[in-house]
């Protein structure tokens, strides 16, 4: 993450290291305002939410380790019991990352399940796995407010409404030509995006979802009505794909180490599975484990912005309209996957 | 792009090859959509808006080429101009991939060139370069009607607006607390997208430019004034930067190829250069060729889904409203850079 937040300070101004031509001064950066905040607006992640997956050493050697955050209450907790339970049998030790898909995702799991070119048996599921509802993608406001979630109901925000898809194009000739109205009954869109617990969040007159950002981690599964158990992981690689909001679970995000998932090489089956022929790319998952059962001294801390705090509502700002020496034309808004919140490692 | 097309079409319900599973009946996908498009819905790349870069072989030996569709007139031609320049006076013939920074931008170019840490000297440009002002990083739609193209001009749709940044955030608390407003003086956000010769372009009332979604390419530069040659170019390999459009070039896209520059080595230097100790990792540029420049034989051929097409059209929103099987809640719209314009070889 720390990458990713110099480069949203210094863009691409700096082509290569400036050594000859000095840097002009102006408004701060987005990353300049993070590393000024003080202290108290970081807050601890709770080892009982973070992960530590070590893949296979590369191929000089080199661990790869990579950090992932839970998702607190009240988002997907049925889910992330079970990823908890998958990483304390051991489950998880052993399998593989088995398909790449370039601008999609990165996917792991059992190599062996429902995979007619297994070369061995599944592995059975330990017990104790909840299964959850496709009701659970989302958080209902109201039951949110009952167990004491204040989010505000707005009367005129009509949940669905008859949407029809317009706008139009610029043909060969130069013509604009307005698109063939095509009308359905579905919800806004887009919906109202926010930052809830340190993560980002869309939601509606009654519902609220995490969304699809590019290293949010996510739970595979079959065709509805099945929900998936947490066996089968993925994480978001390209741009965002929004569509699978509120149709797939998602439980965390990658705070480190993400480069490990997003360089693999990208499978040549369908959807980016890797083929038999490629057996060989997949990258071995040594072990999965929950860092608060980790020796005290090997848990990894990490901590988040807060994005309560005054510094995260400036950083939001200063993405949306950059005003930082390299800019010319502020956006004057910006996509919540273009705002991410800071995470650091603690040391 | 076919990998990507079959991506939209089955999604993750697919974990692994759904043996034992029936694909249940439902709406077409994305891609079976496109696929039954008739023959005149496609159109023909002009091999002169094809550029074929060949890079080193990968460690198993086998070979990489990345293929490069330039934008056509009126979006960045005296960037294009120069960047046909470069490749056919072979400028760009052993440079390399100097930066690959996560979730943002792969960048290539001459790793001698204002590098503190460069083993060589610079190479010297070759003539005829165009220089570019900063207004041509966006097309201005009065003088586009002078030229022929009709777009339509919006009186209602004020150029600037005060704009404040507003929305919320759930506290730890659970209380959703308002963003305090940040107000400034700038464009309206987002901008309207469209379609326009097959590329992904924004447009307010008076001017229109490409967007920065994956793939697309673009020019390196340094800070305001300059506007960069074309000799430092860059493709985005993350969730789209959009606070880039209107700040620097884009002069095309990557058609086939993506993942020999997506899935390469993040640097670990600032901004995701790399450092001098990993100069063994820059991939070396062999070539760059433009298509037309090759023998007829060897010219690879692509066309593009005319954004025109009523096929166009329908893919759009189905992708915006996915009732395929695997789905279950529509999102009721998409983000431009969702919406890729399918591109295939033609054999």
């Known amino acids: 993450m720390r ?3 110099l480069a949203a300070a ?3 101004a700096l082509s290569f290291p400036l050594a000859a031509q000095e840097e002009p001064k102006g408004a701060p950066a987005p990353a300049e305002i993070v590393a000024a905040a003080p202290k108290a607006d970081w ?3 709770p080892a009982e939410d973070l992960l530590v997956m070590t893949l296979a050493p590369d191929a000089e050697g080199n661990p790869r380790t990579v950090v992932i955050q839970l998702m607190p209450a009240p988002f ?5 019991h079970n990823i908890r339970l998958f990483a304390r049998s051991g489950w998880y030790d052993g399998i593989s990352v088995n398909r790449v898909q370039d ?3 990165t ?3 059992d190599p062996n399940y429902d995979n007619p070119e297994a070369t061995g048996k599944p592995k059975p599921l330990p017990e104790g796995l909840k299964v959850m509802t496709e009701a659970e993608y989302v958080v209902d406001y109201l039951a949110s407010i009952e167990s004491g979630i204040d989010i505000p109901f707005d009367e005129e925000d009509p949940f669905f409404e008859t949407t029809c898809v317009s706008g139009g194009y610029f043909g ?3 013509k604009f030509v307005e698109l063939e109205k095509s009308c359905s009954e579905v919800e806004k869109w887009p919906p109202a995006s926010s930052f809830g617990w340190g993560f980002p969040i869309a939601h509606n007159a009654r519902r609220a979802w995490p969304v699809h950002c590019y290293g949010m981690v996510g739970v595979g599964r079959n065709y509805s009505p099945d929900t998936g158990s947490g066996a089968e992981l993925y994480t978001v690689i390209g741009h965002a794909p929004r569509h699978l909001d509120r149709n797939i679970a998602l439980v965390g995000r990658v705070i480190e180490g993400m480069e490990h998932l997003s360089s693999l090489p990208r499978g040549k089956g369908a959807l980016g599975f890797y083929t038999a022929e490629e057996a060989g790319k997949r990258t071995p998952i040594t072990s999965v484990r929950v860092a608060n059962d980790l020796p005290v001294n090997e848990q990894p801390r990490f901590e988040y912005l807060s994005t309560e705090s005054a510094t995260f509502a400036t950083y939001a700002e200063a993405i949306a309209n950059r005003r930082d020496p390299f800019f010319i034309t502020p956006a004057g808004g910006a996509d919540i996957c273009n705002i991410r919140v800071p995470v650091r490692r603690v040391p």
Not at 76 to 80: E, F, K, L, T
């Open 3 to 5: 990458t990713a937040l």
């Open 10 to 12: 210094t863009a691409l």
């Open 43 to 45: 807050v601890a992640i």
């Open 76 to 80: 997907s907790q049925g889910w992330v």
């Open 103 to 105: 601008n999609y995702v």
């Open 107 to 109: 996917q792991w799991g």
């Open 172 to 174: 060969q000739d130069g």
